[in-house]
């Protein structure tokens, strides 16, 4: 599969290097040439096909002949070892659990899948990649975790200071090997542009191979289609539409479930649900895409207001009114999330996470005009994760998992930045 660049200069690239350069020369994000809809009987037959059977299934169009088949299972199979229930919360609104990875939050299935695809194609040569990631929180864990000693490959994460929870920065910094972390004196979209630099910085591509492992890259963004599908699986069919509500940043998972319609998955509607970061509310309210600056939230995985994969979204639309047809986007503040997770675990004896609770609220709301749908949301991080929030809320306290009891206590190692200058020096060793 040949991948083009949206900037539309350079020109197209196959899987293994859309993957090892993360963005085009140009400085646009990759996409596919073709997307082909998958066999009806597919669909039809979903329950009875088991989750590495779907995912092959799904993703092998967009890797062609350059994994073949055995070896593009064993990945998959290395990538899903764990499971995705849907659990029903009220009628009609039921949500997928995407927290039972590693780190705990939906990013591990993308963070792996790309891991495992780049240890493939390094198996037989001795070049060392350096995945640079920005992080709103959960990103840079999913990586690190992913990529810890993988061969031919180092990791350097970018994280917000202040604006991550404590455990997610413990599993950021805490991991040592190939893994490096800079802490960096800004925001999110801060350090998102730091790593942007970087890719278009002739000087480190001289010198380093250069891949990003946020939802910009291929093999990050397009395994997220899965979840779709997992979910589709497990829902009981009646004659109601089907609308899912997506807690949404950097908009990556959300436009993998784009492409799962693409692929013919029979989604009726799609919600973006965002926190007060509303870039996206306002543009389809307005027609005007007009960024403001980051504010800062406790659904922090989600403070975002310059979402990269939004240009695929349109790439995939490619008119505003098809898209508004197609995609709502709802916004909501801190408080509406504290009040709604407190009210869903006095009524249903759920706990959400808030970025979960944006996702419910963004359903809820969409269910609310349309009755005639019935409607999955993503609960894409363990409340856990965000303990300091939820125990003083519903005053309880969560039982930490295994994996975070293991990281509580160990010391963390991270450098201070600033700037891009700060940054890059210290990519080069000066
Ligand atoms: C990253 C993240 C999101 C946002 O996902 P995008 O693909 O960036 O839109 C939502 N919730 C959690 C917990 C996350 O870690």
């Known amino acids: 599969m040949l991948y083009r660049s949206l900037n539309r200069i350079s020109s197209s690239v196959n899987f293994e290097t859309a993957l090892k350069i993360g963005l085009a020369d140009d400085g646009g994000l990759f996409f596919p040439e073709q997307i082909n809809k998958l066999e009806k009987s597919f669909f039809e037959n979903l329950q009875n096909i088991s989750n590495t ?3 092959y299934e799904v993703i092998r169009q967009f890797i062609g002949d350059e994994i073949n088949e055995k070896d593009l299972k064993i990945i998959i199979k290395n990538t899903l070892d764990f499971d995705f229930p849907l659990v029903e919360i009220e009628e009609g609104i039921q949500t997928l659990e995407l927290f039972h990875g590693p780190t705990l939050a939906f990013k591990d299935v993308g963070a792996r899948f790309m891991a495992n695809c780049l240890s ?12 640079l990631v920005a992080t709103s929180g959960d990103t840079g864990a999913a990586v690190a975790n ?5 061969k031919g490959v180092n990791v350097v994460i970018l994280y917000p200071k202040d604006m991550v929870s404590d455990i997610q920065e413990r599993q950021l910094t805490t991991n040592k090997k190939n893994i490096t972390a800079y802490r960096v004196n800004g925001t999110f979209d801060d350090c998102q542009n730091m790593v942007k630099n970087a890719f278009i910085d002739k000087e480190l591509n001289i010198k380093l191979n250069l891949t990003s492992a946020n939802s910009i890259n291929i093999a990050r963004w397009l395994p997220q289609m899965f979840y779709y599908f997992f979910a589709f699986k497990q829902i009981i069919q009646s004659d109601k539409k089907l609308v899912f509500s997506i ?12 492409m799962a319609k693409k692929l013919g998955l029979p989604i009726d509607h799609i919600i973006a649900s965002t926190n007060a970061n509303n870039t996206i509310p306002r543009y389809l309210e307005t027609k005007t895409y007009n960024p403001r600056t980051t504010v800062q939230t406790i659904s922090n995985a989600m403070d975002v207001s310059s979402p990269s994969n939004f240009i695929r979204i349109e790439e995939l639309y490619n008119d505003f009114n098809l898209l508004k047809d197609n995609l709502s986007s709802f916004s909501f503040n801190d408080d509406q999330t504290i009040n709604t997770i407190k009210r869903v675990y006095r009524d249903c004896k759920y706990i959400l996470d808030p970025h979960g609770a944006i996702g419910y609220l963004g359903l809820k709301k969409y269910l609310n005009l349309n009755c005639n749908f019935k409607g999955v949301f993503f609960e894409t ?15 309880l ?7 975070i009891e293991k990281i509580i206590l160990k010391k963390k190692i991270f450098t201070k930045i600033s700037n891009y200058n700060e940054f890059k020096n210290l990519l080069l060793g000066k």
Request: net charge negative; with cysteine; glycine share 8%.
């Open 247 to 258: 807690p949404s940043g950097n908009f990556g998972n959300i436009c993998a479930g784009v």
């Open 120 to 131: 493939y194609f390094n198996q037989s040569n001795s070049e060392i990649t350096t995945v």
């Open 146 to 150: 992913g990529f810890l000693d993988i």
């Open 381 to 395: 991080a363990h409340p856990i994760k965000f303990s300091n929030h939820i125990e003083k809320n519903l005053n």
């Open 53 to 55: 059977d779907i995912a």
């Open 397 to 403: 306290k969560l039982k930490p998992p295994e994996s």
